[in-house]
């Protein structure tokens, strides 16, 4: 079982609040400038529960999808490429936000369900920690100003990120931070970095072992992110070819594409290594070659590419060809989050278990 952060558990808390007919406020974590910044005071921020935002909260609305986040004030683009890395393994993100039926807004509900209290577990130092928080979430002028979905009446991201805020201290701590040490945090799985610039991209046999890696990676369902480096000032601003300097992009498609005979007059190779990467802000894509609208996708039609596997599945995606000298000149960093054995055992299960890994290995106790 998760170990309860603080000492709080969820299930005792909700109940004694349920029975005392009380919403939750979290002593651990106050609605306070402490819980806030370390480095100062900000007196306009108003804390707010979600009915106080909107007439339906809900935990998640149609669905967790990678491409309805927004980071807010704090800027911190490395924990929204978590989360967004977070939201396209369903298993994967149950775990990080366990019980979600449980834990909803439940109008219809004949017993009152709703105590002001949520749960979320991160893995830290080997074990899986449950964090309790109420839900009073930072606001100014009745909007949320951290990290938030773009639907108003969805709060999944917000409590998560305050769950988080709190295992940090506060939420000025998540101001700077790593996206593979978030991932590790949800997953519990072992990340790799590969520094591109130490690759050699340059050669043929390089390039190819690197672009088998990644499509090896997603075979195996590992999650991967790549990183534009830059100074801390120049964070946000836009680079050449519409990237988004300082920000992080998750991989969710590799592609080795044969071109037919009869098609490689047009596209202009007989092979195309195509990698799919995505925004978690679903806007300001990638402009360059390869971009949606680009003249290279007017050479074949459309259904053309279609067959290849070439098509864009959500708001944010571009493609981009693996060619060494734009590849390393935007991407500094790609990681890579190795899961996929604690995924495997979850999905063929499908119930309840925990799985405790240990150098490498692991113990399975299954529930009866």
């Not at 603080?6 to 909700?14: A, L």
């Not at 690759?199 to 190819?208: F, G, M, R, T, Y």
């Not at 592609?255 to 047009?266: F, R």
Request: with cysteine; aromatic share 14%.
């Amino acid at each position: 079982m998760p170990t309860a952060f603080k000492g709080q558990k969820y299930s005792t808390i909700k109940n004694d609040c349920l029975k005392k007919g009380i919403l939750f406020e979290d002593p651990e974590f106050p609605a306070s400038t402490k819980s806030l910044f370390y480095s100062k005071v900000d007196s306009e921020v108003e804390w707010k529960r979600p009915r106080e935002l909107c007439k339906v909260p809900k935990l998640v609305v149609e669905g967790v999808t990678s491409d309805d986040l927004n980071q807010g004030e704090l800027g911190n683009c490395w924990f929204v490429t978590a989360c967004a890395s977070l939201a396209q393994e369903k298993v994967l993100f149950q775990t990080v936000v366990p019980n979600i039926k449980e834990q909803e807004w439940n109008e219809k509900s004949d017993k009152p369900t709703y105590a002001g209290i949520f749960h979320f577990q991160f893995w830290r130092f080997g074990q899986w920690i449950d964090v309790v928080i109420d839900d009073r979430l930072p606001t100014k002028n009745d909007k949320l100003i951290f990290c938030h979905s773009k639907a108003r009446n969805e709060f999944w991201s917000a409590l998560l990120e305050k769950a988080y805020a709190k295992l940090y201290g506060d939420y000025e701590s998540l101001r700077t931070g790593r996206t593979a040490d978030a991932l590790v945090d949800f997953t519990g799985g072992v990340a790799e970095t590969l520094q591109l610039s130490k690759l050699s991209l340059n050669e043929p046999d390089a390039k190819v072992s690197f672009f088998r890696k990644l499509r090896d990676a997603l075979d195996n369902r590992a999650l991967l992110t790549c990183n534009i480096d830059c100074a801390r000032e120049q964070i946000g601003t836009v680079a050449n070819q519409g990237l988004i300097k300082g920000h992080g992009y998750t991989v969710n498609k590799v592609l080795n594409i044969q071109v037919d005979k009869s098609l490689q007059g047009a596209v202009g190779s007989g092979e195309l290594m195509m990698i799919r990467l995505s925004n978690p802000w679903g806007t300001k894509e990638w402009t360059g070659p390869w971009s949606d609208g680009a003249p290279e996708w007017q050479k074949v039609n459309q259904s053309e590419w279609q067959k290849l596997g070439l098509k864009f599945e959500r708001e944010g995606e571009f493609w981009y060809v693996l060619i060494r000298v734009t590849w390393i000149f935007y991407f500094y960093l790609v990681s890579i989050f190795h899961f996929h054995i604690l995924m495997s055992i979850l999905v063929v299960l499908q119930f309840s278990c925990i799985i405790k890994t240990f150098f490498g290995t692991f113990t399975l106790i299954l529930s009866t």
